[in-house]
């Protein structure tokens, strides 16, 4: 039923009264702030502060210079359960990891465009937590390259994550190999890994790092070295048998260690 929301229909004989006009567009500006704050939402838009694309006057977030840690954390409280937060393009700094804890697909438009960046002040060893079951990173920037302390771009817990088309960059820092573009926790589960590039300066350090027992498929991946834009392996690095025995690889140059010792 059409109680009219408060707002007044002139009849046919009204004249134009500004009071009536300016009430009746007040009340639509207020319907519509709430059903932009209300409620959880199945698709979440959220723009960095120099995102350039036209949706950022209607983004549901906007980050700023700083941390986006907390702006992402609301636009996380805000998506339903299976639901998608769109990054517009430009550059989001994070000084703590992102816990992802809701089943949700966090999706970006393009490696090169939206890209995650690890902020000169942290000193967090992770910068994505995934802890919930079946989430999915979608055409990401994972940037690392920022100071001299290392840290993991993915730190994947629950089964049945997806991780496609997202792109990588390891900081230039030797010696620390236990850091990695995507760490496979020592829980085990379901992975699927295909289409990303992963750019780092040297070929020290591995690109995937497995501990407990995974199965999935990492596929059409690629590694570049930054300076020189040489192709380099995708390296992985696998803790058991039953990780070496369940998953599958192809469609790209790699080299499969299996507790640091070379497989293939």
């Known amino acids: 039923m059409n109680y009219n929301y408060g707002l007044v229909y002139p009849s046919q004989d009204s004249f134009y009264n ?13 319907g519509i702030d709430a059903a932009k704050s209300g409620g959880a939402k199945s698709a979440v838009v959220v723009a960095a502060y120099n995102s350039k694309n036209p949706l950022k006057a209607n983004a549901d977030f906007t980050c700023g210079t700083g941390d986006c840690i907390p702006t992402l954390n609301s636009a996380l409280e805000k998506v339903n359960e299976g639901g998608e937060i769109l990054l517009l393009d430009g550059d989001y700094y994070i000084k703590t990891r992102l816990m992802v804890e809701k089943s949700v697909t966090i999706r970006g438009m393009g490696g090169n465009h939206s890209r995650i960046n690890k902020h000169d002040d942290s000193t967090d060893i992770i910068m994505l937590y995934l802890s919930a079951r079946n989430v999915n990173l979608k055409d990401i920037g994972i ?7 290392g840290s993991h771009g993915i730190f994947v ?3 049945g994550s997806v991780i496609e088309g997202c792109r990588f960059k390891m900081n230039e820092i030797v010696g620390y190999d236990v850091y990695t573009n995507v760490y496979l926790s020592n829980l085990g589960g379901h992975v699927r890994i295909n289409g990303c590039v992963f750019e780092k300066y040297n070929d020290d350090r591995y690109n995937i790092l497995s501990d407990g027992n995974w199965s999935g498929v990492v596929y059409g991946n690629y590694c570049i070295n930054t300076e020189s834009e040489k192709q380099m392996d995708v390296k992985i690095n696998l803790n058991s048998n039953e990780s070496w025995q369940n998953m599958s690889f192809g469609a790209q140059k790699s080299k499969i260690y299996l507790g640091g010792s070379l497989k293939a």
């Open 157 to 159: 817990v629950g089964s």
């Open 18 to 30: 500004v009071d009536v006009t300016n009430n009746n567009f007040s009340r639509l500006a207020d």
């Open 143 to 149: 940037y690392t390259d920022s100071n001299a302390s």
